[in-house]
């Protein structure tokens, strides 16, 4: 069985990776793409009230279980697009551990910071500021197939730049370089 491929956005939140993961689904016309979203999983918990300590491992688990459910989907010819925030460095070197490093198209997500603030502000479902803090720590590691910027570009303008290179996926891609560089030389994630 042919693994499925794995379209991973990666930026903060508010930064439009929803928008454009809808869109994705709408203008791919090879294959049939499932949209996992990690707000999704976060979504699917109890709602009973945690500790501090309790909730990040809660959460933690969370994000470990999302992972393999990407990897999952893919290791049984799904093709998948994910909807995900890397703001601590364990996230980005869990999915290195899980997925198929050839099959993922490593997408950035960027907006400027100004603009975040306004989605936030407008959004309201999201701690002022969150973004922000954020901003720094999602695109770190600093290796992308291919980067948006949805100051500049519609969440359609993003979508059919993906499906344009989306064939054209370079080798290595970046997350098999991430590989080298997280699992191989020995560098902590």
């Known amino acids: ?14 930064s439009g990776k929803s928008s454009i993961a809808r869109e994705l689904l709408d203008v791919l016309d090879e294959g049939v793409f499932f949209h ?75 907006c400027l910071p100004d603009e975040l603030a306004r989605r936030e502000l407008a959004r309201g479902d999201r701690p002022p500021g969150l973004a922000a803090q954020q ?10 197939d291919l980067e948006c910027d949805t100051s500049t570009l519609s969440a359609r303008e993003c979508a059919l730049r993906i499906k344009e290179f989306l064939p054209h996926r370079p080798r290595p891609t970046a997350f098999t370089r991430l590989s080298r560089r997280y699992l191989t030389d020995g560098e902590s994630a």
Not at 1 to 14: A, D, E, K, V, Y
Not at 135 to 144: A, C, K, N, T, W
Request: glycine share 8%.
């Open 1 to 14: 069985m042919t693994p499925g491929r794995i379209i991973f956005l990666n930026g903060t939140s508010s």
């Open 135 to 144: 901003y720094e720590l999602v695109h770190s590691h600093g290796d992308y």
């Open 36 to 110: 996992l979203a990690v707000d999704a999983f976060n979504a699917m918990r109890s709602k009973r009230e945690l500790g501090a300590a309790e909730l990040d491992a809660a959460l933690r688990r969370t994000r470990m279980g999302f992972h393999r459910a990407i990897a999952a989907m893919s290791e049984v010819g799904k093709d998948v697009v994910v909807d995900h925030v890397l703001s601590e460095p364990w996230r980005l070197f869990d999915c290195l551990t899980v997925l198929r490093p050839e099959d993922v198209l490593f997408v950035g997500i960027h």
